[in-house]
């Protein structure tokens, strides 16, 4: 193929088109395009060793689905790629003061660093009497998970 006066290769396209999907990826950071890199420098490696362009191409399309259908969840996990920790993750795990008293199956109110949070216990059947600390198990939305600290 010729582009303004050069003569390129199949291998040098494919290169070039493993580059633009790197750099794609570099600006978006969604793991998707470099599996496309991948595929590209396997049909590089095709057109290299002397296979027809429909080749290339199934190699191109064959190993960028199979990357991107295998490894992209692990990556995706090892990363953590689109899941945004938040200030609210550190609460877990931190002692909380019942303000207003839990009933069985209902919510009441602990106080943890100074904050006011609705409360529920992990045992919903369990009350919870003001002025028992408790430990942050999770929380669900807006609401804190709680258990009767052993102190």
Same mark, same amino acid.
């Given at each position: %193929? &010729?582009?303004?006066?050069?003569?390129?290769?199949?291998?040098?396209?494919?290169?070039?088109?493993?580059?633009?999907? /790197?750099?794609? @990826?570099?600006?978006?950071?969604?793991?998707?395009?470099?599996?496309?890199?991948?595929?590209?420098?396997?049909?590089?490696?095709?057109? %290299?060793?002397?296979?027809?362009?429909?080749?290339?191409?199934?190699?191109?399309?064959?190993?960028?689905?199979?990357?991107?259908?295998? &490894?992209?969840?692990?990556? #995706?996990?090892?990363?953590? *790629?689109?899941? @945004?920790?938040?200030?609210?993750?550190?609460?877990? /795990?931190? #002692?909380?003061?019942?303000?207003?008293?839990?009933?069985? %199956?209902?919510?009441?109110?602990?106080?943890? !660093?100074?904050?006011?949070? &609705?409360?529920?216990?992990?045992?919903?059947?369990?009350?919870?009497?003001?002025? &028992?600390? *408790?430990?942050? !198990?999770?929380?669900?939305?807006?609401?804190?998970? *709680?258990?009767?600290? !052993?102190?």
């Amino acid at each position: %193929m &010729t582009i303004l006066g050069i003569t390129l290769s199949a291998a040098v396209i494919w290169l070039i088109a493993a580059a633009v999907f /790197g750099v794609i @990826e570099a600006l978006t950071l969604g793991l998707t395009t470099i599996w496309f890199a991948g595929g590209a420098i396997a049909a590089s490696i095709a057109a %290299m060793a002397g296979a027809s362009l429909p080749v290339q191409a199934v190699v191109f399309l064959a190993l960028s689905i199979l990357l991107l259908y295998f &490894t992209r969840p692990l990556a #995706k996990k090892k990363l953590k *790629v689109g899941s @945004e920790k938040t200030n609210v993750d550190a609460l877990v /795990g931190k #002692k909380a003061l019942i303000t207003v008293a839990i009933p069985p %199956m209902g919510t009441g109110q602990a106080k943890v !660093d100074g904050l006011i949070w &609705t409360a529920a216990a992990k045992e919903s059947r369990q009350p919870i009497e003001a002025g &028992t600390t *408790v430990t942050i !198990d999770r929380i669900e939305g807006v609401k804190l998970i *709680v258990t009767p600290s !052993d102190l």
